[in-house]
């Protein structure tokens, strides 16, 4: 799949003619940017800004018992808003799912920008599809994790399964190791023999 960017619009584009309850968000994703999972914006004046930030890097503790904390990691000082100014044509996605709602929404927009400025504002694709088997689903797995979770907090796992678990995987891992000696072993007869 890949990462992306994070577009939020506050410029007016279109709504399908029959929005069948969807309601325009302001978020959306592009993968016609960086891919850098950065943030963007198109203000009401139609021009395309991009979030810039600053950071510095903190070495990790060396002598630390989290190896976590042993690593470095990047500390944001600031940000601030850059304009863009280039001419291209990049593709918003947005994809909606409600509980409250009969349909899930899967929309495309193509804005042409023009010296970073919206030139032309077009929705190139609008799906509405029924979501009840989408809830039906969740729910479902939803009850399956609830399930798995008691399992795991059950006596018969902590004083049964757990135990009987380890011993199936410590039987069976001295059996590849096992079979792995034997192979090479065998190999490396045949080699001598030839």
Known sequence: ???????????PIPLPTDPMGYVNSESFQTKDLENSL???????????????????????DPNSKNWLDRLGRSESIGSWWDQLSFTNTIRLFDYQHHDDVDYDYLIEYKIVFVKGIVSEV?????????????????????????????????KRYRYFYKHYKRTIRFIFNGLIKL??????????FERWLT
């Open 1 to 11: 799949m890949g990462m992306y960017d994070t577009i939020v619009c506050k410029y």
């Open 38 to 60: 950065s943030h963007y914006e198109i203000r009401e004046d139609g021009t395309l800004w991009e979030q810039k930030h600053e950071t510095k890097w903190i070495d990790g």
């Open 122 to 154: 077009t929705m190139s694709h609008f799906e509405s599809r029924p979501n009840t088997e989408r809830k039906r689903n969740d729910r479902e797995f939803i009850q399956r994790m609830k399930q798995d979770k008691d399992f795991v907090q059950s």
């Open 179 to 188: 079979f792995n000696w034997l192979t090479i072993t065998v190999i490396k």
